[in-house]
């Protein structure tokens, strides 16, 4: 993928930028969630994410550096939510070093059955990038709970993958599954995993990209602390889309929610 002419420094000074102003707006988001939920306000929330690199679909797009990532979330009672995910990136063309992506969704459950939902909107933005590399997608989420299982399954579509820059005019789809489960090691302890294809509309004289991406790790969480260590890797990624050496990473992170 692109990788920016910034320097290191100033895309990290960016982002801590960024995920400050985040944090500070979530303070007083806190707050004002308790005094107004019985007007049906709703509900504010964040993360912050350390890692040891940032894989997108089995792929690093902080060229194999570290990230740092946050997110800010207003959800409703009704099922409908909207935020705001941010990230340092290697992704995104010249000049660029942050990842700010707009959200927007609902998602409920099906009566008593276990099955949930999530439908929503998700725009990917390189604010700094001398090209156009902004995209969005649609997804669609099914989860099921089966004893101590978690199980999902989802599809991505995105009309113009990348933006105008990259794989110009080329539609394309992510269909995932995902399962977890608790260890009996100790409490909080899970193993869990995901198994996914991308698969790019080659009507546009773009040669074959497609390609399965996966990962599988264990994590231990605490009230409002997860530690994560994860293998995440792909097959059949040709080099138009990612250069060798970003193809699958050991990775390990801390998140912390608020």
């Known amino acids: 993928m692109y990788k920016p002419g910034a320097a290191k420094l100033k895309k990290y000074l960016a982002v801590c930028a960024l995920l400050a102003f985040s944090t500070a707006l979530s303070a007083p988001a806190s707050a004002q969630k308790e005094g107004s939920e019985e007007g049906g306000f709703g509900s504010l929330s964040g993360k912050l994410k350390l890692a040891s690199n940032y894989m997108y679909r089995g792929l690093s797009v902080s060229d194999d550096g570290p990230q740092l990532q946050g997110s800010f979330t207003w959800a409703h009672d ?37 099955v949930g939902y ?59 599954t995902t399962a977890s489960y608790p260890l009996p090691i100790g409490e909080g302890v899970s193993v869990s995993g995901k198994l996914g294809r991308q698969i790019f509309d080659e009507s546009a004289a773009l040669t074959a990209q497609d390609y399965t991406y996966y990962d599988i790790g264990v994590s231990k969480a605490w009230d409002a ?16 889309l990612a250069a060798p050496e970003n193809v699958g990473s050991l990775v390990a992170s801390i998140v912390f929610s608020f």
């Open 118 to 176: 999530d439908i929503g909107f998700w725009y990917y933005s390189f604010p700094g990038s001398v090209a156009d590399l902004d995209y969005w997608e649609v997804y669609g989420i099914l989860s099921y709970t089966l004893g101590e299982a978690d199980l999902g399954a989802s599809v991505w579509y995105a009309n113009n993958y990348f933006g105008d820059d990259f794989f110009p005019d080329t539609p394309s789809y992510a269909l995932q």
């Open 225 to 240: 602390v997860t530690l994560d260590l994860r293998w995440h890797d792909a097959d059949g990624v040709k080099p138009d």
């Open 78 to 114: 009704s099922g409908f939510y909207a935020g705001v995910w941010a990230s340092n990136t290697s992704a995104g063309g010249e000049g660029n070093s942050v990842e700010i992506d707009p959200f927007v969704g609902f998602a409920g459950t099906v009566g008593d059955s276990g």
